[in-house]
């Protein structure tokens, strides 16, 4: 084999993989970081999370127990987190709210759904829009 080919194909795999080992090990990091805030706030509050949902920087968790929702936001920032504690006991109806739109794909119309949330509305009148 030929020497400088070798070397060229090393560097070429290096370009490809190097990249992506880099990403996927500061998005755990993150991740891991985010499981930690959660878990202290969870502690905080006292609460006993029975059923628990997460995506990218999203969570959501429901205490049967104490009958408590908890929705977190993690930004992208390090400092920001937004958190929502509902009282389960307090709601009065609750709704998902699609935002669809209509789009041609192929030829066809298709309706896409861009945003999805859930409209809660408490018994004093307030609502919350939690998004999903």
């Excluded at 929702?69 to 920032?77: A, G, Q, R, S, V």
């Excluded at 066809?108 to 861009?114: A, G, M, P, Q």
């Amino acid at each position: 084999m030929d020497i400088p080919f070798i070397i060229t194909c090393l560097i070429l795999l290096s370009f490809t993989f190097v990249p992506v080992y880099i990403l996927n090990n500061m998005g755990r990091k993150k991740g891991k970081s985010n499981i930690a805030k959660t878990k202290l706030l969870i502690k905080e509050r006292g609460l006993v999370i029975n059923q628990t949902e997460s995506w990218g920087d999203y969570y959501i968790g429901i205490d049967t127990t104490n009958k408590k929702l908890l929705f977190i936001n993690h930004k992208t920032e390090v400092t920001a987190m937004t958190e929502q504690l509902v009282d389960l006991t307090q709601i009065s109806t609750c709704n998902i709210v699609e935002n669809r739109k209509a789009k041609k794909i192929n030829g066809r119309n298709e309706s896409v759904l861009e945003k999805l949330d859930l409209e809660i509305q408490f018994k004093d009148g307030k609502n919350l829009l939690i998004p999903f």
